[in-house]
């Protein structure tokens, strides 16, 4: 069973544009969670999706956004880009069946602002 | 390719008492980091313990301590006099200098009164 993907695994964008990352989960998995990983703040929470509904929300500003679709796919989007988002991003999906749950990280995506 | 295991999906522990979770970890790397996360329902990750490779004292913090052995690439964390707030999912990580991290597949911990 394929793991977890992301793309694009690198990117590079200037101050104040937007940029969209987007998350393929493991085959049969609904829910989709997205982190921001820096040296100086660790693992951040952004934002959970379930079954197309965000369900969780991290204490990140409005810039950051996300949704998921019907085949659990998931996209990030951030708006006008800071320097301070220069960051590794990465996605997180789980089954969530019978009371199981195990999270399957991807490889995230490195996003550099310059 | 770099690999993290961690061979307990879940485990169940009284109040007060002390549990260790078992994680190893696959690299030909000599400099990296070692990480406990530990994700309560609300989803957040919070940073329990990390250690760098290059040292040999194993990190202590309050009630959580690592047991780092790095010739047998084993990276586990006790938990001390443990608390009903302690019940989490706990993920074990690697990450080289090139801040490439690899988790675990987690631990669901639960702490029983």
């Known amino acids: 069973k394929a793991g977890v993907t992301q793309t694009p695994r690198y990117l590079i964008k200037t101050r104040g544009q937007q940029v969209t990352l987007s998350c393929s989960p493991i085959?049969?998995?609904?829910?989709v969670s997205w982190y921001q990983q820096t040296p100086g703040q660790g693992l951040q929470f952004l934002f959970e999706?379930?079954?197309?509904?965000?369900?969780n929300k991290g204490n990140f500003p409005g810039r950051f956004s996300g949704r998921q679709f019907s085949n659990s796919r998931s996209e990030m989007n951030v708006s006008t880009l800071e320097l301070g988002d220069s960051a590794l991003y990465l996605c997180?999906?789980?089954?969530?069946?019978?009371?199981?749950?195990?999270?399957?990280f991807g490889p995230g995506t490195r996003l550099t602002v310059t | 390719a770099q690999t993290v295991t961690q061979s307990q999906p879940e485990m169940s522990v009284q109040e007060a008492e002390t549990v260790t979770l078992s994680c190893t970890y696959d690299?030909?790397?000599?400099?990296?980091?070692l990480f406990w996360y530990k994700q309560p329902p609300s989803r957040q990750m919070i940073l329990v313990i990390r250690?760098?490779?290059?040292?040999?004292q194993n990190a202590t913090e309050n009630r959580f301590s690592v047991n780092f052995q790095k010739a047998a690439k084993s990276f586990s964390l006790k938990i001390s006099d443990s608390q009903l707030g302690d019940t989490a999912m706990y993920f074990c990580?690697?990450?080289?200098?090139?801040?490439?991290?690899?988790f675990g597949k987690g631990t669901r911990l639960h702490i029983l009164p």
């Open positions: 997180a999906s789980s089954l969530e069946l019978a009371g199981t749950y195990e999270q399957y």
């Open positions: 085959s049969g998995h609904r829910s």
């Open positions: 999706y379930f079954s197309e509904t965000q369900r």
């Open positions: 690299t030909s790397e000599n400099n990296y980091y």
């Open positions: 250690q760098e490779a290059y040292k040999q």
């Open positions: 990580a690697f990450m080289n200098r090139d801040d490439k991290i690899i």
